[in-house]
């Protein structure tokens, strides 16, 4: 006998939690649609804020993700819903058409692009800048790219910030050759990801310190995409220099220009290797409540748990309070034996895994948690 779903009883209100898990959007992206009068929930409690979802809606909410991910921009996604909603599939389908020609036009002009920048890459390089290329494994990239995307701040890049940080390269991926190993960095100021792919055969031309550049998501994603379709132990040689960085995969270069500003000093906060705390995080995934702001972590005996927060009996102090989606998202990278190492309510959560990689998630205030 099949297993019932949220949606099979088209009279229920659905929790954020089970939109999210239905149509793959975040619950923090519903949040958000929600603001924006795309995808508004057919019923918000009036004391506790909690959004419910009718199941008509799981419908919207796939088209939504669907659309989003190939680039429509919200006021066009409104308009599909709307047309969709009332049955008009044809008008629908028309707006959907239309951004398809601006993307295969689009496509057009970013290889002519492309081809400059091919041109500009292959020349020598003159301006005296310390330039690196080493090889490393396709799959060992992909993964380690794959790692950090969580991280990576969202929306197109954007100039200036009130503590005077240069956002745009909050969107990128921190592309960085370590010595003997290429890491990848992402932060959004709240949670930040370390990956790596260690090095294979002799380097081409490696500089005595880090040489590093900050990508764009979109390339990085290319790249990962390029990396997990070809022979996992065929190698992919980086260049990277200030200001540009190439990939070359399976014979082909994916190469970009670096995106403009510092990078922050991710050095000083984190610890590549594991210290006396670590604690067994397998399961903790699976009881994490994402539709709330926050959730404190109780730990007890070489594990970690969840505090209460809406009623209960609690579990004791909470040792640490963080947001249950960035949780969620980090420990959806760690793989099936993840651990969490705790220093302190107010320090660094780091969250490690099997591979060669780890995350660290910055704690919340604990408001409105049960002491």
């Known amino acids: 006998m099949p297993v019932p779903t949220p949606i099979d009883d088209p009279a229920r209100l659905l929790t954020i939690g089970e ?32 959004r419910r979802y009718a199941v008509v809606q799981v419908r919207a909410a796939r088209l939504l993700a669907s659309l989003r991910r190939v680039g429509m921009p919200l006021a066009e996604v409104g308009l599909v819903l709307d047309e969709d909603a009332q049955g008009a599939v044809g008008a629908a389908a028309d707006v959907v058409r239309a951004h398809e020609q601006r993307l295969v036009d689009g496509l057009a002009d970013a290889r002519r692009e492309i081809v400059r920048t091919l041109a500009l890459l292959a020349e020598r390089d003159i301006t005296g800048a310390e330039v690196c290329r080493v090889a490393v494994r396709a799959t060992d990239l992909a993964a380690a790219l794959a790692s950090v995307r969580f991280a990576v701040a969202p929306g197109e890049p954007v100039a200036g910030a009130p503590d005077g940080v240069d956002l745009r390269v909050l969107t990128g991926v921190l592309l960085e050759v370590c010595g003997a190993e290429v890491r990848c960095v992402a932060t959004d100021r709240y949670r930040l990801a370390v990956g790596w792919a260690l090095v294979v055969g002799p380097p081409v031309a490696v500089p005595d310190g880090p040489v590093g550049a900050v990508v764009p998501a979109t390339w990085a994603d290319q790249v990962a995409e390029a990396c997990a379709v070809v022979d996992p132990d065929s190698e992919v040689v980086l260049e990277v220099r200030p200001g540009q960085v190439g990939a070359v995969i399976d014979g082909e270069l994916a190469a970009t220009a670096a995106l403009p500003g510092s990078f922050p000093d991710y050095r000083s906060i984190v610890v590549t290797e594991a210290g006396p705390g670590v604690v067994d995080a397998r399961g903790l995934q699976e009881t994490l409540p994402v539709e709330q702001e926050s959730v404190g972590l109780v730990v007890r005996d ?37 651990t969490l190492e705790l220093d302190g309510p107010r320090r660094p959560l780091a969250i490690r895994g099997d591979g060669a990689g780890f995350s660290v998630l910055m704690p919340v205030a604990p408001e409105g948690l049960r002491r």
Do not use: C, Q
């Not at 149509?23 to 603001?35: C, I, K, N, P, V």
């Not at 947001?323 to 980090?330: G, I, K, R, T, V």
């Open 19 to 50: 939109v999210a898990r239905e149509s793959g959007l975040t619950a923090s992206a519903l949040r958000f649609y929600d603001r924006e009068g795309v995808l508004v929930p057919a019923d918000v409690d009036a004391l506790t804020g909690y």
């Open 302 to 338: 070489g594990s970690v748990r969840l505090a209460v927060t809406d009623g209960g009996a609690a579990d004791g102090p909470a040792d640490v309070v963080v947001d249950p989606e960035f949780l969620h998202e980090a420990l959806s990278v760690a793989g099936p034996r993840p």
